[in-house]
């Protein structure tokens, strides 16, 4: 299966460096497509603890927001900090939420995600004077030694998912990583192995909000500014959508789908603005029906096939 496997993450950056070489504006949609990605990562990860978060845009407006107070407050443009703020605000968030939303399950901590969520959702709506209110916060351009990073900024949040993406699975074929398997077929069995699934399950938290924080921190330089949109219920729905559609069962999956996903809703921008929600829900019916797998399951079909003509 690593053949394949890789095989799919080569084809995906060998395609993404084509894009922005070919279209340099397009180096853009590329990275807010996998700053997305990393974001969707972290759903995918829960995912595969059987857990469903519906407010994950907590962690991806945190890593967004705290990239812009560290630029807003002290005045740092260096790209590297910037991105350090954001992950590091995000991981410190998760943690103190997570403490109290691992203890629950199903629809009971999906709902709790979306809750908190749309709580911060609503303060930083209202609090003006600290966040912006509904017009946001601006972001400087960065420097990166002192440079201006230009299209670099693409290639540096590719070189963050392949260095986010080769970290993760190995935390996913440790010990650790195939615990959370069985969390999502039965729990109660590693509680009598002596397996903490509460502190399974925070740790994993954890690592799912710092890959949304650090999403947020690249996708707000990208764009340059950060909204109270970005805590909303909406950008929680895409992300989860974006894992679905790739594939929670890969690595490579999430990132696969949100490249879909914000492809498609440009194209269909350009060419047809007053239908672009039906270009994706077709989009999604497709995968859905084709692939159920997901689009990282493609690489699986050649084997299916093989071992159904057997």
């Given at each position: ?62 890593g967004g927001y705290g990239a812009a107070y560290l630029a807003r407050w002290l005045g740092v443009t260096d790209l590297l900090l910037l ?33 908190a969520s749309m709580v911060f959702f609503s303060l930083v709506t209202k609090l003006y004077n600290l966040t912006g209110g509904s017009d ?8 990166m030694f002192g440079l201006k990073p230009g299209q670099g900024l693409f290639y540096l949040t590719l070189a963050c998912v392949f260095v ?147």
């Amino acid at each position: 299966m690593k053949g394949p496997r890789a095989l799919l993450w080569v084809c995906l950056a060998a395609a993404a460096v084509a894009v922005a070489l070919a279209s340099p504006w397009a180096s853009f949609i590329l990275t807010v497509a996998l700053a997305k990605g990393l974001a969707a990562l972290g759903v995918a990860l829960l995912l595969r603890a059987g857990l469903m978060s519906l407010g994950h845009a907590l962690f991806y407006a945190a890593g967004g927001y705290g990239a812009a107070y560290l630029a807003r407050w002290l005045g740092v443009t260096d790209l590297l900090l910037l991105l350090g703020a954001g992950f590091l605000s995000a991981t410190v968030l998760g943690l103190f939420t997570g403490a109290v939303l691992v203890r629950y399950r199903a629809i009971f901590f999906a709902m709790l995600n979306l809750a908190a969520s749309m709580v911060f959702f609503s303060l930083v709506t209202k609090l003006y004077n600290l966040t912006g209110g509904s017009d946001g916060m601006p972001l400087p351009v960065p420097t990166m030694f002192g440079l201006k990073p230009g299209q670099g900024l693409f290639y540096l949040t590719l070189a963050c998912v392949f260095v986010c993406a080769g970290g993760l699975r190995r935390y996913l074929d440790s010990a650790m990583g195939q615990g959370l398997g069985a969390i999502a077929t039965n729990e109660i069995r590693l509680e009598y192995l002596g397996i903490s699934v509460n502190g399974l399950l925070f740790v994993n938290y954890a690592i799912s909000a710092g890959l949304g924080g650090l999403g947020g921190a690249l996708a707000a330089i990208a764009i340059g500014h950060v909204t109270p949109e970005l805590f909303f219920w909406t950008t929680s729905a895409q992300l989860l959508l974006g894992a679905a559609l790739g594939g929670a069962g890969s690595v490579a999956g999430p990132f696969a789908g949100m490249l879909l996903l914000e492809g498609v809703r440009t194209a269909a921008s350009q060419y047809a603005p007053l239908l672009w929600e039906m270009a994706m829900g077709l989009c999604a019916l497709a995968v859905a029906l084709f692939v159920p797998q997901g689009l990282s399951g493609i690489v699986d079909l050649p084997q299916q096939w093989k071992r159904a003509v057997q």
